[in-house]
């Protein structure tokens, strides 16, 4: 497996820096989309697998699977995930969107915003994505962006998320919350808030956590988005944290600056402007190589590189 | 007279596609005008007449007539139209936008939003688009998009319209009211709500009349606009209902998809992003064509072709 | 017939002065009812008839008959108008409230707030208080407090109403509207804004019609509401209005300071705090008596009373 | 142990009446208080013991023990409840109100609304009154009335909640959710919505679990609070509902009609006007009685009597 | 010259108490008024002199003179003070409110809330209350609540004052500037900021400067309002702060507690209930004693008594 | 000193037009920004110096200093401005932005929105662009827009300003106030309103002064951003207003068409879409030309020439 690449471009002095082909991803990219946006990917079998947002022409929000050779170039399955009741007592909620991706020991398991009466965090796993299935979900709504760590932590599995309403949520702060089982939710700790408005504007009306964590000698290392409540709406940036290893709601480092805001014209038109959303990331420890994945405005899906060291190195240097 | 059109593109999957030289009329096409947009054309003596929101550089809001002889190139006077009271009671409003227009057995009859302490909805007549009359007004405010059907039913002139507020209303049903002579206005009956979210995203805030309906062997044909309230401001995008031949108040298809959205940089940028707000259309039912005319972004007027027929099937198989 | 009656206290420096013996009638005057209030009355064969708003213990409005020898002491019928159709075409709306009763030429005419996807005005009459008939509503959603004039103006009907939007309104106007037949309503003009803050801060952020007028030698004389948002809520306060004998929509006189305000504790505490919202009035032109009917703190009915003369001349006074 | 009682006044005709001497407890019955309310009371040794809100004269909120003989007369602690961690990583909250005490098994678990960087459910549990012990908050900000079942429900603990968000909160629904073993939290079900404005609109804007249930022949009896929102504010009433005796999640009944609404002046005036909030019943099966406690206007505590057989029968009939 | 007393009542343990007697000036204390309150006193020659907000019946807010013997007995002039232009380029406002009075060397300065094109501080002075000169205003819009310091401090005058919006400010902070001349104002200094919620949420919302304040040995001591919003509207309670004698923009005390909150009827119900606000106090440095003046629900004028040393210890010990 | 220009195109009938090259500043010209725009500029030795809002990486505002022979190319410093106290009283603020700089008499003077609890006006000197002096600031918060004026009035600096509130405010007047020392200030005297909708809705929202005036024949010329608030956002365009050369606060001429408005992607696509908001002009009166420097959708300086005789014709004979 080769994460998708491309190296620095000389007349670039940041951390992170855009494919030259974004959008790899198109809106239309399947018969049925009107955009397809904030997904997720992980390495499977020789290649790559992901879980999809394709919000189709009716501007319903599902998810789908599907598969990469290379990570760039996808084949989306043109039906949503069909997901089959892991437990008796399953819910099937009114949509699904924002899906992340992580393997933990066996299988894979998927977290989503899901429409229990208002949003909440879906769960669910495949083994192949090929049959898939759903469980209870995590909490009582309002919740988004519920993310899973890739190994339990002191035997339960850890999943950060956000706290929210039932609208345009103009406040978030990122909690973790433990699990013995995947079904029953406690120990909930408070992580990360916005930023105040005077230290680091680009995330002082909101955060969420983004990609799953990957574990690096400086801790976990985490993509998270930031909002910004300007005159005119939202503008949606990213930034990392590096949480402790043992205890990761602990957040160690955090970047004050932003590593990508939007700029470019895939990222500020389409159905929601202004908005870079990250939801994975791939990495290559040893080749020292991160591959974001995010999604653009709402409607496309881009990608972006970073050498994991200077990122590490960055968020310490800059830290809020 | 034949309607502007162009063929469909063969890599086009969808039921409605863009002319490829939008926007037809630019923002500056009178000295005067900041914005030409949501403006109403139809066929008369060899070609076409209209009736065009033309904003000046003050943006103050008015409708000019316009001239062309195929559909595509305009001539729109540089003076707004001056209204004869057509009665002696008539009241002068504070301003005028989003007209239509529709011939009714003997004269074409426009229809705008007017403003009397608020928006309401404005009618006035004209037989040769030289000389123009005011009427009463229709209703008390706020109303918005009043759309006449182009004959009487049932003895009565039917007209559709949006009870709004005074603002940038965040609600909206389609209702219909009728009327014995176009002076008293009454029977007044609900046709059409907003979507649920998680039904048809795109048309979830509120909806309005489009153009002007047109029989077909299915019904009455109209494209309307559907509003998203996202977290970065609305976002309109245009669907189609069939409603009953004889009893228009009742909507037997909508389509549940849209059939535009905002995806073109004209329809993203301008002085209100994200807007495609249909006004009028032009029909060749023997060809089987459908020419709709839209406003884009508050700034420009484009047009979008159709088969009547295909856009019929699919108001059909993917009705809400 | 004698209208109530109580002379004006010695200690009283007003025009207009309350009943001692105020509410008239309480919360729970009828088995079901949470509060009884908003209503209205009319000399009827002997004595009185009225129309009262009574929400019942599911605060579901609506709208009920009630008789009185004295026009003080009432019997309200324990189940709420049941309306027939006076017409084919009528549609039954959601929930009924705020009525207002006025005689012309042969019957009484009813008028209330009635639901149909958000409030507007319904219309109905009755020939003697047991039959009634539900007619077509007036206008298209959102209106509010329609009130009929007593007899024809030239030729027409003549209502006033206010406009609203689908909540708690926080702006609005008194128009007039006019119709030859109770159906189809036409000839909208604007009759009263709110006051400037500064002029008459009461009655600055939106006023209603309330009583139905009747005329004297100096016009039509009304008693309308007006309300002021404080930071604590709407207060609502009654002044007086003389409208023009010939065209009424002619706002001749209208008082700067309000009649009343509420100040005792059956208009301050309740299910609404600080409401007088007249609905009604009695009057003796020969004795030179008013007898105004008023909702308290939207809970009981209360009464007030005045000297026409003396209303007249003190709106004439103080006028705004 | 006999609980407070009062037989129904002659003169009414409700299912629940009012103690003669409201409010049993004052806002000032212990020297720092501002306010006691929203408070709950259980059966304790030979009388009864309570857990109550009282705010200081800073207007800090605290749960503070107190003692009664005879349920009328109170004794409280003059100073708040001085929980121990019952667990290792127990969080301390930024401020406590609304308690709700229950027996389950072995020991009282008292929950209440536990400062998390927003509300969230506390839990806690004493054995005496004495020694209090403080666990893990059960869910994620923002969540507010926590209502634990009297015995576990198919081996779980069984919670009803009401999810908000961070301010005077608009809307709320009613939610289960089920834990093994207090600490872990899932199988989140939905229970209840507000009502249609037009079927009960008392409770139109939000609603939120009251009392303890308890289990009689018909099931699980409980008082619940809606809440309409007014031009002057929230106005907080009282009903019943009755839930599935073995999948308490199902609400087989609940009153269309409000049980109480603030009606007499300590209702009325206070901290916060016109709130009725029950937190706590006490009844006595056999005697078929059913004492209720509530808040009134955030400022005193008052109680209310009722017959359970005539409460269920009416709950039944009166179901929305 | 002996100050308005009355000893404290044996079962309260307040360090301020209310007269018997409130309120001490009604709503209808002067023919033309609507409400009487939120007034400033003074010592004048053997007696007292005062300047009262008197808001006429079409509720237009204006300051008249007032006179009293005893401090509790008041004569209200009938016509608002006539104010001559102190300077050339004197404006005129729309309306006057909330004023305070202080002598200062020579004169007695008024200041109150004056509109130009929305409320900021008006200043003017007097020799004898019977001739006033208005001067510019000290500030740009919008501000309220300016206080006078009764010296010069460092040869400067010194106000404090709230800036403010043009609504019911939902925020509020007290800030300090300081003048050479009465005219031109600078040197603004931020002084104190609402409490946290969970700190003292009395005070959560906004705060304000009340009475003017008067040496003592701890330094300057002051009574201002604090406000909190409820779901049910802001509620107004009174604190005191003690200031440094040099600089008196440092805040060495400030209650956590309360001095006083709404809990009498006439402080629960008028024009805007819940409302506590101190404008002014007179005190008794030998004989320890302090007299507060403050409007109650936006109606009256009522007063409370309190030992200063006792006050300043309060405050000492119970500081935020 | 030769001031930037470029002549009118030929099919350009405005009377400004935009730098071909436009925009001139990037957002990435010094490595730490995000956006640089909102700036000004004075002629400044041989060449042009300016003062440069820059927001870094961490959306942290700050001004910078920078310097250019022919006022398109420039070079800024990397580090934002150092002020050194110009006083001992003089209080550091929270942020820095749109800045504004003028010559009078011996010195540059710039004025900026300093954060003081909320933004007011920093008010700062220069002799030489390398050493910077604060000195107090000129208001309470909230304000924004401190444009002073080249010369003493009467004696005295005068300063236009916009009072606002703490975020995005929805309203906004220019006022004028006079300061005999830049220390103090007072004589506050209202400006300029925004325009009523119909007569002008590209400033009916707010408006706020932008370059500092010059003094022409005509009086002191301005340019001035005016907004409107659509659906979709905030959108700022320019006019001009000129001002009496004597009473400056008096307003002679004001457009009533805008000059600019956002139609160039770099003005329509940036971290503030829609944004024309000028802050400085280079004038050559001799020439009868000017260069207007503008930020362009809060990312990037643009300019745009006109010609002096020209402005003010339009101005008169197109003033609202």
Not at 244 to 249: A, G, Q, Y
Not at 294 to 306: H, L, M, P, R
Request: negative net charge.
């Amino acid at each position: 497996m080769k994460i998708p690449w491309q190296e620095k471009p000389q007349t670039c002095n940041d951390v992170v820096w855009r494919y030259t082909e974004n959008p790899i991803i198109q809106r239309d990219a399947i018969p049925s989309s009107n955009s397809i946006f904030n997904s997720a990917v992980v390495p499977f079998n020789e290649g790559f697998a992901g879980v999809f947002r394709c919000d189709n022409k009716a501007v319903q929000m599902n998810i789908f699977a599907g598969f990469s050779e290379d990570g760039i170039n996808w084949k989306i399955n043109e039906n949503p995930i069909d997901f089959k009741a892991a437990d008796e007592g399953q819910v099937i909620g009114d949509y699904k969107y924002d899906p992340r991706v992580v393997f933990i020991e066996d299988r894979y398991w998927i977290t989503w915003c899901e429409g229990h009466n208002g949003p909440t965090i879906g769960i669910g796993y495949t083994f192949d994505f090929i049959e898939f299935f759903q469980c209870e979900s995590a909490f009582l709504p309002f919740n988004r962006n519920g993310v899973l760590f890739p190994k339990k932590i002191n035997g339960k599995y850890a999943m950060m998320s956000r706290p929210s309403d039932n609208g345009h949520t103009p406040f978030g702060d990122i909690y973790m919350s433990y699990s013995p089982d995947m079904k029953y939710w406690g120990e909930h700790r408070h992580m990360m808030s916005p930023a105040d408005f005077k230290d680091s504007a680009w995330q002082c009306t909101k955060i969420g956590a983004g990609s799953v964590p990957f574990l690096t000698e400086a801790g976990w290392l985490m993509f998270y988005h930031g909002v910004i409540n300007t005159c005119n709406g939202f503008r949606y940036a990213m930034g990392s944290a590096i949480l402790d290893e043992e205890n990761p709601h602990i957040v160690k480092y955090r970047t004050q600056p932003y590593l990508l805001t939007p700029s470019e014209l895939y990222e500020q038109n389409g159905d929601v402007p202004n908005v870079i959303f990250p939801c994975a990331s791939l990495q290559d420890l040893q080749e020292d190589k991160v591959t974001i994945f995010y999604g653009a405005a709402d409607t496309v899906v881009a990608i972006a590189f970073g050498r994991i060291s200077e990122i590490i190195d960055f968020t310490k240097k800059n830290s809020l």
